[in-house]
């Protein structure tokens, strides 16, 4: 994963892998999962990164399990070693999910400037990056070699970074520091996604070719930067220097962003400082800065140009022809423009015209996602973390979900917070349930177990019911009726009625086959003995009990016993 050091600012350069093609496609095929829980894990993987383990592992998926607090850690940027030839050895291209937990007392002092690659991450290439906050300090106190400094990563090319913070101070003491410097340092073909910086930047002093941000020092090609803001002070003694970003190259653009924090420029008017973006556009390409507003206060102490500045405004220090500019807004300070050299790169307001509602009807009416924060000036809508409803059993039919009453896919995208879950799908019981997202990945997989509804046992309980009622002693035999009732089985659900209709129907097919038992014909055998023994012609008229004796009709069964026993009467 070779590359030197000097061709990052003319083009993405691509990862050289050292494994051989066999041993990376087998990587490639297969899903590595590191969890971090512990400083230790957290060191091992950084090594492991700088052995070249991670090397073209685009699919490693690596979690941080718990705030790690780095006090007293001597800390090696991850992808960081730079070879005698000025070659970066190896980076991080996989998935790293901070899951909203914080790396605290990252102490970048010493190191800065002492590796080319400074931040918690070296260099990282289509990588992915989340829901981390890194939290630490430099304090440079002598003259630093050129350095790519972010607080989430030095270089970044072809990555997406989402949903991170960057609350490092950065002072140089007046000290020379040149190179990137922001929560990224240099970000190529980058996606820079609901970032925010809060750490303070004081840059004074002389400054060699600074591009200083607090999102990203300096971005280029295709690279995006949105939905990001700052809020930390900036005191920039840069080349290129801006609230948001340093500069914009190539395609790059910052969209949706805004900055808050106090910006103090140094100079004499030669260096690109602006609100939100300092250089705005390179020597080809179309940089744009859309949506996004300034409303930080303009400390002019240190700045000894005079007004009208021509490198100098309240959204872009200066812009080429071919930025486009759409929908920025910023605080009125100090006859400082939105632009230098006049440029109408946004509209001014008073700053308490940006807290008002009208202000935030302006910017959302022009394209401008935010949220009203009364008594402020608006903020960015919250992160949303894409959630996956996982139904089972997986066979469900017709299944609808909803959250908060409104229907869902089985992806849906989420900010932080509680939710009630509805979930209902044909014969099945409506489930409710309350879930809570938030930027752990745990949280982003949500299990909702569905029960079919009850098989309809009315028919086996009627079946039953008649078994029962019947007097067992009457049979000749009754096993069968008993077999079947003994046979049913409960808790069946309605996908399953056709196999407790069955069950109903044995019990009656046992009941219909029953067969009484005969009737006792031994008092009419008795009865019909005692009159063949008489003579019938020593009676007057045996007639009648000719009569009863052929009346006898054969077959009964118990349930005519009475019968039986009239006919001996």
Known sequence: MKKRIASLLLALPLCLTLLPTTALAEDEAASDRTVIATVEDLQQFARAVDAGDYDGKTDAVVELAADLDL???????????????????????????????????????????????????????????????????????????YTYYGAIAGFAGGCTIFDCTADVSFTNNENLVYGMIGLCGQASDTVIDYCRNTGDLLLTGDAGSLYAGGIVGFADGDSEIRYCVNTGELSLAASHGGGIAGQLAGNAKVINCYATGKLTPYGKGTEDLGGIVGTAGGSAGSAAIQHCYFAGEMDMSQYTASAPYGRLGAIA??????????????????????CGKGVEAGKARTYEAMCSEDFYNELTAGGGQYQYNTPSTPVLPAPKYMVTFVVAPADMTNVVITVNGEPVEENAELEAGIYTVTVAADNCETVNKEITITADRATHTQQLELRYLDADYSKVEAAIAKAEALNKNEYKDFTKVEEAVNAVVRGKNITEQAEVDAMAKAIGDAIAALEYKDADYSKVDAAIAKAEALNKNEYKDFTKVEEAVNAVVRGKNITEQAEVDAMAK
């Open 71 to 145: 006090t007293g850690i001597e800390w090696t940027p991850i992808g960081s070693t730079v070879n005698a030839d000025g070659e970066v050895e190896h980076c991080f291209s996989g998935k790293f999910y901070g899951n909203g937990h914080t790396v605290s007392n990252l102490d970048l002092s010493d190191v800065y400037g002492a590796t080319v690659l400074c931040g918690f991450f070296g260099d990282i290439e289509n990588a992915e990056i989340s829901s981390l906050t890194v939290q630490g300090t430099i304090n440079v106190n002598s003259e630093r070699e």
């Open 317 to 338: 220090g200066s812009a080429k022809e071919t930025t486009a500019f759409e929908n920025n807004y910023y605080a009125e300070s100090n006859e400082v423009t939105a």
